[in-house]
């Protein structure tokens, strides 16, 4: 059938459901989840109810923080940071009582979990309470590029994307021991005020590349340069391979809650750009958009935008017979992306 005739059969996009259209051609890019801070999912769903604990009767009391309203106890947790606040559940079940009935606590650990451990184990929960995690959860775009963005950028708790990640479009990171070099003698007292995040060892990046080292990252503005003895463009660290790797090892995937409707969003790519793509490399050539339109992430709402222009994504739908049968896709969409390494893929993709 001739492109032109294909194109003609196909149904006005505003009549298809965003549901459908979204699981016939669409996918969740897995590469991006894999290239930052991660850990095994597998490992959360043991702890997720453990964290959920239903509230059984207990003896347990918390002395005179008792007489306080439940109302109110809520409110002081959440002027606790993260950390502090892990500890106050630790201390016995009628703690957890208190925490697991926090309703931003319960959307944390039902929709973020993965995302909450990391935080707990970069060391960087002391420095941002439970609400700060809630309101990154409930924020859909990326706040540098205003696109969707699937992921959090652990030094200021900022919502990003991977494009973001991967551009280096994020504010610049630095270990701390080079900020260290650089402070003015009897300066070092600031570092303790510094939010550090401790990178956990992994493989980062779409190159894959392996990290077992632990190390202290700070953001390089986070220091006033009046306590700088050397600060100019000239002495800033030098790009190499282990500085563009830090914001890989500072970020990780976050979905998007929405709060209204209790919807949760991981963010979408297009099949039918990937289908695009591997056409233009069978015939004219890659064109220079192809690669970053593959690339893109969407929400479901502007997915649906983006299917009414691709004519590749229509072509899919039509041929599942409006979402009603299965259609062969591109190895790239079955696999969630791009893998270098096969055993890495498969590990994940077992889970
Ligand atoms: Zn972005
Ligand atoms: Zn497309």
Redo the contacts with the bound molecule.
């Keep these: 059938m001739e492109q032109g005739q294909t194109a003609t059969m196909l149904h006005k996009p505003d009549d298809v459901p965003v549901k459908d259209v979204v699981r016939i ?1 669409s996918y969740h890019r897995r590469d991006f989840d894999l290239a930052v801070v991660r850990t095994n999912p597998s490992d959360h769903d043991q702890i997720r109810s453990s964290l959920l604990s239903p509230n059984h009767a207990t003896t347990s009391t918390l002395g005179q923080l008792d007489i306080l309203p439940t109302e109110l106890a809520h409110e002081i947790c959440l002027y606790l940071d993260i950390r502090s606040l892990f500890r106050f559940r630790q201390v016995n079940r009628r703690a957890q009582q208190i925490v697991s009935s926090i309703r931003l606590y319960r959307a944390v650990i039902n929709h973020a979990l993965e995302a909450f451990c990391i935080i707990l184990r970069t060391n960087i929960a002391p420095w941002f309470t439970l609400s700060d995690l809630f309101k990154v959860l409930c924020t859909k775009y990326c706040q540098f590029c205003g696109d969707f963005g699937g992921f959090i950028f652990l030094p200021s708790f900022a919502r990003c994307c991977f494009t973001c990640i991967r551009e280096e479009n994020l504010p610049r990171v630095l270990p701390l021991s080079v900020l260290k070099q650089r402070l003015k003698p009897r300066s070092g007292r600031l570092l303790g005020f510094i939010p550090t995040v401790r990178t956990l060892p992994g493989i980062y990046s779409m190159d894959e590349t392996p990290r077992k080292r632990r190390t202290k990252v700070v953001l390089r503005d986070s220091v006033n340069t009046l306590y700088l003895s050397d600060y100019s463009e000239n002495t800033r660290v030098k790009r190499s391979q282990s500085t563009s790797l830090l914001p890989y090892m500072v970020t990780t995937s976050l979905p998007y809650f929405d709060p209204k409707s209790g919807a949760v969003q991981r963010g979408i790519s ?4 990937q289908v ?1 793509l591997e056409k233009d490399l069978y015939t004219s050539g890659v064109k220079p958009a192809a690669c970053a ?2 690339d893109k992430v969407y929400s479901h709402d502007d997915f649906r935008n ?2 009414q ?2 004519h ?2 229509r072509k899919l739908w039509e041929l599942s017979g409006q979402g009603t049968s299965i259609i062969n896709v591109p190895e790239f969409v079955r696999r969630r992306g791009y893998f270098k390494k096969r055993d890495v893929m498969m590990s994940f993709h077992s889970q």
């Design positions: 051609a297009c099949s039918g750009c695009a339109l593959r983006h299917f222009n691709c590749e994504a």
